[in-house]
């Protein structure tokens, strides 16, 4: 186990900048997970760890070593692959084996520790299988158990749960978090969704063509976005364009006036971001707060989402614990009149520039 | 409702049946000539015509008696062993980087070894012999009528068989396996050995069966490269038709046969060669 640091890592593929000067410090035990919609870097950042791209310029370092230029075999990385990679030809016990019969570990001392790996995943029973015998949550604990045995300084797993049902995921999710809390391992996690990426990590890196958005413990992620791609992309959020016009008071373009706190922001142009489950839904015209008609109702179980149609044209978003019977709001459907608040803090400013998240590129 | 049901049933049924009609049939079509060849060697009168006047395995002892077939099969089983082991090895080593590797002229030395498959085996034995007088004065050294010469020969058979199979069992193998090793601190040659090759292991072996086959058998390619006292079967057969024409030639083919189905049968049991063809 040791920290793992990267020194403004960069990939270039012509003029195609695949990682953009990433710099990140993994401290010893945590797991940071690696979070971008598809073609952001993230694969391209994990192979550059664990030494099967070379990168452009940068430097990586672990435990104190830099290794930039060491290949892969000569790295202390263990790696969980997307498709397993199991080899095909050996035995569950064999495949998990491998790495210690590289490290010339002692036999006896080589079979207590694949059996103890072995366990460690609950598939002790199933060690003289092949792999092509063993279902997908199987085959990825056998993964999980290779990379592991070895003790690695690093653990890298890339969308380790994407070819799992959803079940199985949740599941799988669990026993990643609580093998490496075990373990103590310093763990780069690269995943494409937010909610496994919330769940898992100590801390995210939000990456978007390249370029690290964000880096932050969910929670800071999730309360304090740093810009619109972020708040869009961790969890949702409704976004309102327009102008700070004085301290404290931000126009919406179709010109809604807000009070909103700005510290920070000059007047001119800014993006509001408003969590949906901020949001209050009083039925009829109250006084304080923001009218307009409701377009859309969705029942989500626990909670009710209200699409609602400000006076001025924009919409926004509420989402509410559903109502109980006798409750007014019970009541409400489309194209009734609600009135929306929010406490002013919980809105956020940002800079208008970046739009909701980005679906471009590759794999 | 339960008619219609009926019909339907009764059509899916027929439609079986006929699909099991054809494939008898295809089967029986290829499968007509072996029949034949083995019934024929067991024929009692020498000039064949049916129905047999009776059934004598004195053809066997024939074919095992005359030295040209003896040698004959020793000769090809020679040749085609040499052969294969040449262009396997050579062949599955120009796959691996045809592959693997980026490279100028990769596409041409793709095209370039697959390239005897598309060439008449007559035009190469023939542009083979005109070559090897060349060689021959230039080095001063035997070719026409050598092992050398016709090893050398069937090597051109046996590349693009493995060229094209090993190929196939590389494309379909998942980088990441070798990269699991890798990082697990296998180096690229320990990876090679323990990982890729293990895996190459059926394209492997269907290659060496196909090229010790086409070896073996290839009558048109080695007409012009045999010579007195060192003549491969296929050739020493149609030697034998010039002058006689008795079942002999038929117990000779149905050995052949024989010999050819039992290396299938073998290998078959270490790769499923349906999985590979
Ligand atoms: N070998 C390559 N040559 C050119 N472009 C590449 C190569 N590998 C990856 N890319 C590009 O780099 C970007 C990042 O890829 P990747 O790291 O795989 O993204 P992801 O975040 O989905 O894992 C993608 O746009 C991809 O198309
Ligand atoms: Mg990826």
């Known amino acids: 186990m040791s920290e793992l640091v990267l020194d403004r890592l960069r990939k270039e593929y012509g003029s195609f900048v695949a990682v953009d000067d990433v710099s990140l410090h993994v401290r010893e035990g945590e797991l940071v997970a690696l979070l971008g919609p598809s073609g952001c870097g993230k694969t391209t950042t994990l192979r550059m760890i664990a030494g099967f791209i070379e990168p452009t310029a940068g430097r990586i370092t672990i435990g104190g070593r830099d290794v930039t230029w060491d290949p892969p075999y000569r790295r202390d990385t263990g790696m969980v692959f997307q498709s397993y990679a199991l080899f095909p030809h050996m035995t569950v016990a064999q495949n998990v084996a491998f790495g210690l019969e590289m490290r010339k570990v002692p036999r006896a001392e080589a079979e207590t520790r694949v059996r103890r790996a072995l366990d460690l995943v609950r598939l002790g029973h199933l060690a003289d299988r092949l792999p092509r015998q063993l279902s997908g949550g199987q085959q990825q604990r056998v993964a999980l158990a290779r990379a592991l045995v070895v003790n690695p300084g690093v653990f890298l797993l890339d969308e380790p749960l994407s070819n799992l049902d959803a079940k199985l995921r949740l599941e799988v999710r669990v026993e990643i978090r609580e093998l490496q809390k ?49 708040a869009g992309f961790i969890g949702r959020s409704n976004v309102l364009r327009g102008r700070v016009v004085e301290r404290g ?15 920070g922001f000059e007047p001119g142009a800014a993006a509001l971001a408003l969590r949906p489950e901020r949001i209050t839904v009083i039925p009829g015209a109250a006084g304080n707060g923001v009218s307009g008609r409701v377009a859309l109702v969705t029942y989500l179980g626990a909670a009710t989402e209200y699409r609602v149609t400000l006076d001025g044209g924009e919409s926004l978003t509420a989402s509410m614990a559903t109502p109980r019977p006798g409750d007014p709001l019970k009541r409400v459907g489309a194209g009734d009149v609600v009135t929306l608040t929010w406490p002013a803090e919980t ?13 471009e590129g590759g794999s | 409702m339960a008619p219609a049901g009926r019909a339907a049933r009764l059509k899916r049924r027929a439609g079986r049946w006929v699909l099991r009609a054809i494939a008898a049939l295809v089967f029986f079509f290829i499968f007509i000539p072996v029949i034949f060849v083995v019934w024929i060697s067991l024929f ?16 066997y002892e024939n074919a095992f008696a005359r030295t040209e077939f003896r040698d004959g099969f020793g000769l090809s089983l020679q040749v ?18 045809i592959v693997r590797f980026r490279f100028p002229g990769r596409e041409a030395l793709n095209t370039l070894l697959l390239g005897p498959l598309v060439v008449p085996g007559i035009v190469a034995g023939t542009s083979l012999y005109v070559y090897y007088i060349m060689v021959e004065n230039i080095l001063d050294m035997d070719f026409r009528a050598t092992l050398h010469g016709l090893v050398l020969g069937h090597i051109l058979l046996t590349i693009p068989w493995t060229v094209r199979l090993v190929s196939a069992s590389l494309i379909g193998l998942d980088r990441a396996v070798e990269e699991a090793a890798m990082n697990l601190g296998a180096g690229p040659w320990t990876t090679f050995r323990r990982i890729t090759l293990p895996m190459m292991r059926p394209g492997l072996v269907a290659a060496s069966l196909f090229s010790f086959i086409q070896s073996f058998e290839n009558l048109e390619l080695t007409l012009l490269l045999v010579g007195p006292g060192r003549t491969t079967l296929p050739v020493a057969m149609l030697n034998y038709l010039e002058f006689r024409i008795d079942p002999t030639i038929a117990a000779v083919a149905t050995v052949q046969i024989v010999l050819i189905g039992a290396l299938m049968l073998i290998t078959d049991r270490f790769v499923k060669l349906s999985r590979i063809v």
């Not at chain 1, 763990?187 to 880096?215: I, K, P």
């Not at chain 2, 000039?47 to 006047?53: A, L, R």
């Not at chain 2, 040499?82 to 080593?93: C, K, Y």
């Open chain 1, 182 to 230: 075990r373990l103590g391992l310093t763990t780069v996690f690269v995943t494409h969704d937010q909610e496994e990426a919330l769940t898992l990590a100590d801390r995210l890196v939000v990456l978007d063509h390249g370029v690290v958005q964000q880096v932050g413990t969910p929670e800071e992620l999730y309360e304090a976005p740093a810009n619109l791609f972020v």
């Open chain 1, 249 to 263: 008071r931000f126009v919406t373009e179709a010109g809604l006036a807000l009070a909103v706190p700005t510290d």
């Open chain 1, 347 to 359: 809105c956020r400013l940002l800079a208008p520039d970046r739009g909701a998240p980005t679906d």
């Open chain 2, 44 to 59: 009692q009168q020498q000039i064949v015509s049916f129905p047999p006047e009776g059934y004598t395995l004195r053809w």
């Open chain 2, 80 to 97: 085609a062993f040499l052969a294969m082991l040449i262009g396997v090895t050579s062949g599955a080593a120009a796959a691996y980087a």
